[in-house]
Structures are given as structure tokens and as C-alpha cells.
């Protein structure tokens, strides 16, 4: 096998390998999140609208990287559980979270936090740091 097949097929490894990995921790965290009445998708909204206080439809979806349409479904969704609240500014839907969302913001956030922060319990400091070293320098 020459020095670029070996290459190539390292790469497709690693990618296969951070794909089942986020994949795994997508899962057990809806699985977490499930007594929170939440999934990934609705934590990923809250924690954007709670860490801005308000923020518009359109910011919301290019944080989350994610089409102003699917925005839409999910907070129309978190609207009717009384979490956020959507007013309308000229042209512009901005998105804050309720009293009630304000109060499960912060339980759930914590929890969470600690929860995705526990998956990396097998390495040591050190290795975190290399970990999130090497994601920065392929993320760029």
C-alpha cells in the first residue's frame, strides 16, 4: 500500500470514528435529556436563546447551522410547552425563553454540561488539550 493510500484510508477512519462517536453521544444524550421533556435539537435552541436572552429566528438557525424552516418546526414545538415566546419586530421574529423556559435553561444546562463533559472522563488533562488542539486544526 503506497504512503497516499495509507493516507486516505487513515482519514476515512478517523472521520468514521468521529462520526460513530457523535453519533453515540447524540444518542445518550436524547436519552438524558428525555426526562427533561427535551432532545438534542430543542437543548441546542434553548442554550442559544438562554446564553443570548433574545435573538432572532434567522441568527438562531445560522448558530445552529441549520435552515430558517427547521427553526420554525422546532420552536413552533417549544411555543406550544410554553418555553419560548416569539415577537414580531417590523421584519424581523425575535426568540427569547419564557419564565418557564428561563427555569428549565437553567437546570437542564448544568446537568447537561456535566453530563457531555463526563464522556471524556478516559483521558487526562493533557490529552483533552491535544484532542481539542487537533479539532481546532482541522476544523480551520
Given at each position: 500500500?503506497?504512503?497516499?493510500?495509507?493516507?486516505?484510508?487513515?482519514?476515512?477512519?478517523?472521520?468514521?470514528?468521529?462520526?460513530?462517536?457523535?453519533?453515540?453521544?447524540n444518542?445518550?444524550?436524547?436519552?438524558?435529556?428525555?426526562?427533561?421533556?427535551?432532545?438534542?435539537?430543542?437543548?441546542?435552541?434553548?442554550?442559544?436563546?438562554?446564553?443570548?436572552?433574545?435573538?432572532?429566528?434567522?441568527?438562531?438557525?445560522?448558530?445552529l447551522?441549520?435552515?430558517?424552516?427547521?427553526?420554525?418546526q422546532?420552536?413552533?414545538?417549544m411555543?406550544?410547552?410554553?418555553?419560548?415566546?416569539?415577537k414580531q419586530?417590523?421584519?424581523?421574529?425575535?426568540?427569547?425563553l419564557?419564565?418557564?423556559?428561563?427555569?428549565?435553561?437553567?437546570?437542564?444546562?448544568?446537568?447537561?454540561?456535566?453530563?457531555?463533559?463526563?464522556?471524556?472522563?478516559?483521558?487526562?488533562?493533557?490529552?483533552k488539550?491535544?484532542?481539542?488542539?487537533?479539532?481546532?486544526?482541522?476544523?480551520?
Open positions: 500500500m503506497t504512503k497516499t493510500n495509507r493516507n486516505v484510508r487513515l482519514g476515512i477512519l478517523l472521520w468514521f470514528r468521529l462520526s460513530r462517536f457523535y453519533n453515540n453521544s444518542r445518550k444524550s436524547n436519552h438524558h435529556l428525555k426526562k427533561f421533556g427535551l432532545n438534542v435539537a430543542q437543548l441546542d435552541l434553548l442554550a442559544q436563546i438562554g446564553h443570548n436572552k433574545s435573538i432572532s429566528q434567522q441568527e438562531l438557525a445560522d448558530k447551522l441549520v435552515s430558517k424552516g427547521n427553526i420554525t422546532l420552536l413552533k414545538k411555543e406550544e410547552q410554553n418555553l419560548i415566546e416569539r419586530e417590523w421584519k424581523t421574529k425575535y426568540v427569547s419564557t419564565e418557564k423556559g428561563l427555569k428549565l435553561y437553567n437546570e437542564v444546562i448544568p446537568k447537561q454540561e456535566m453530563f457531555q463533559a463526563a464522556q471524556f472522563d478516559s483521558l487526562t488533562e493533557v490529552e488539550k491535544q484532542f481539542l488542539n487537533l479539532l481546532k486544526k482541522i476544523q480551520k
